[in-house]
């Protein structure tokens, strides 16, 4: 990142949203590397852009006792001393015995500049941490305390979240659609195609090659959506309502008129795609 600082970066990437994001990745060639959507958002409606600073933590089997687990979790604590501004804290954990982030950790991290959390495990204190206003993606919740039942093994190592190896340094880009992570050698150059796909997509330009499902969502002309239609009564409908289109028609681009939808059924017959029949159809089966 020698050509842009982190913080530039960050703002940058702050423009995008993460469909953009793995679409640039997949023109590129790159493995699209999604955390597993099981991770749910505590605000549905907020994303976050930042640099990933790693956690893995394990259950102590046998538990310990209260001052040992004392001890042992100080070193959890001092990590977040290294946490520095615009990162991801991305916490791998073993076990769904404890709660492995809370309130107190939350108000910490965000004190050194932490923008959101990755927690492969479980969250506690999620009032908390709703209150303190920090975003974080979990696995599942539990009240119980960790202390003498979990310790860090490790900090800015690569952690393994499902089939997703985040090494410290890449980043980490989360919405509502999930969670991307950007290897850090390919930041620069995924940014910038990233950055080519929404402005082709604000423009609506036909060219636009993102993937088919963003290109009918963000884009929306009667050409793509027909470009998309398999099933041959759609699809004459869409062709149909392109023309009209194209010969002054009101209808709103996206909505198929009642008289085209019924004119492409009646013609169904002639089609050389069968469509799937009515459902008496198959009882009789």
Request: aromatic content about 6%; hydrophobic content about 40%; charged content about 20%.
């Amino acid at each position: 990142m020698t050509e842009l600082s982190t913080a530039e970066i960050c703002v940058r990437f702050r423009g995008m949203y993460v469909p953009a994001v793995t679409d640039a990745m997949y023109e590129l060639g790159m493995c699209e590397q999604v955390l597993p959507s099981a991770l749910r958002p505590l605000f549905p409606e907020r994303s976050f852009v930042g640099i990933a600073f790693t956690v893995e933590g394990v259950e102590i089997v046998p538990p310990v006792s209260w001052e040992e687990g004392t001890e042992r979790i100080a070193s959890y604590l001092e990590a977040f001393e290294e946490i520095t501004p615009d990162s991801v804290l991305v916490s791998k954990n073993t076990g769904n015995l404890v709660g492995h982030f809370g309130e107190l950790t939350g108000n910490s991290a965000m004190e050194h500049g932490c923008v959101g959390v990755v927690l492969d495990g479980n969250l506690r204190d999620s009032a908390g941490v709703r209150e303190i206003g920090l975003q974080v993606f979990y696995r599942d919740v539990n009240p119980l305390s960790g202390i003498g039942r979990w310790e860090m093994i490790a900090h800015q190592e690569p952690v393994t979240i499902g089939a997703v190896t985040v090494h410290p340094g890449d980043l980490v880009i989360a919405d509502f659609d999930g969670i991307a992570v950007v290897p850090k050698s390919d930041i620069l150059t995924v940014l910038s195609r990233a950055e080519e796909i929404v402005t082709r997509s604000r423009r609506g330009s036909p060219s636009m090659r993102s993937s088919p499902s963003s290109t009918a969502r963000r884009q929306g002309p009667a050409g793509a959506v027909a470009d998309r239609c398999t099933w041959p009564i759609f699809r004459s409908a869409c062709s149909e309502r392109t023309a009209s289109s194209a010969a002054g028609s009101a209808s709103q681009p996206g909505q198929l008129s009642r008289s085209s939808t019924k004119r492409a059924l009646r013609s169904r017959s002639a089609s050389s795609v069968t469509v799937p029949q009515t459902r008496a159809h198959f009882m009789r089966r």
